[in-house]
């Protein structure tokens, strides 16, 4: 399976995986984060989005399936798996993962727009993340404000890659991809002028799929007040758990 385009398919059959001690019933071939989800358990993910097909890139929802390291999002379940989820030395493993994205891109939480409704920020806060065990790399990156209704901040990006599949998958346009290696790597726009030069809307399903404030819709930020944003409610998971 690939983990960048192709969804496992599902097959309706029901078969048994144990995730934590319990018991939970999958429909064969679907992923363990799906199945997990259905059964109101959370397993903590960021560049995985419900709709899209998986992209296997932030290792936030690492598992254990039968004792090794697995992502969730692109593991398909089958009958008999033995899971390790909620455990100190994974949520441990994921916090590191929430810790590096802080201190690789440049995140100032009081001043962002997307505050309270960031996934990144939730994940530091339900992982227990205090301060950045890691150096800053107080990295340049570049802000694109040249369309008139969407920014793009690549100081907030976390390379989740949720934009380009949304507009490829969704859209139909693919105006977003990765370009670069290693600490180059960067969100790219199918535009040498930036993303006034792309087709992009700000009703865009890419622009919905950020899962930070680095693609955000203009003269929207403050709409709903900071104390009332999503995550300023309920901590991120809680909405799978209900
Ligand atoms: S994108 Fe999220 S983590 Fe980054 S500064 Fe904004 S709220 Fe904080
Ligand atoms: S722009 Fe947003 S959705 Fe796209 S890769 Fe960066 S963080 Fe992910
Ligand atoms: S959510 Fe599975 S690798 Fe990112």
Redesign the pocket.
Known sequence: MSAQNDTPETSGETVKLLIDGVEIPAREGQTILEAAADAGIYVPRL?YREGLPPGGHCRICTVKVNGRPTSACTFPASEGLVLENNTDELNTMRRQVVEMLFVEGNHVCPSCEASGDCELQALGYRLGMIAPQYPYQNTTRELDASHPDVM?D?N?????????R?SRELDGKSV?G?EGRGIGKR?AVNASHGLAGTDIDAADE?VA????G??LVKRQANLIPVGKRTYDKTPIGTDVEA
């Open positions: 560049c793009l690549r907030r990006c976390v390379l989740c890659g949720r934009c380009a949304a977003f990765f969100i890419a799929a950020c899962p930070t680095c693609l």
